[in-house]
């Protein structure tokens, strides 16, 4: 089984910057798409961004256009969210999952290997 092991969370203040990263073991010569979601208390986890295998094909939710980079490096097997401009609403549990498709689509339910998760915390 996959495993997806997420850093790079903490608590920032609104305009700050972090970069969020997952590293997948077990992945070596496989093609798969990975994604980032979110989940805020109280609420669904929500797509955040996902990016194709060769990094060619991204998508992004519209609340993080323009702020959130995704990028990959596919000889360490790692996913990076760099999340710029950050804002209150963007707090919550920051999740990466990964697919064995390898097409990058919205729904949680596409995903079938998911990481711990890492806190992002963004003061006002």
């Known amino acids: 089984q996959v495993q997806l092991v997420e850093s790079g969370g903490g608590l920032v203040q609104a305009g700050d910057s972090l970069r969020l990263s997952c590293t997948a073991s077990d992945r070596t010569g496989k093609n798969y798409a990975m994604a980032w979601f979110r989940q805020a208390p109280g609420k669904e986890r929500e797509f955040v961004s996902a990016?194709?295998?060769?990094?060619?094909?991204?998508r992004y939710a519209d609340s993080v256009k323009g702020r959130f980079t995704i990028f990959r490096d596919n000889a360490k097997n790692t996913v990076y969210l760099q999340m710029n401009s950050l804002k209150p609403e963007d707090t919550g549990v920051y999740y990466c999952?990964?697919?064995?498709?390898?097409?990058?689509?919205?729904?949680?339910?596409?995903?079938?290997?998911w990481g711990q998760g890492t806190q992002v915390t963004v003061s006002p």
């Open positions: 990016i194709s295998w060769s990094g060619g094909n991204r």
């Open positions: 999952a990964s697919n064995d498709h390898g097409i990058i689509v919205t729904t949680k339910t596409s995903y079938n290997d």
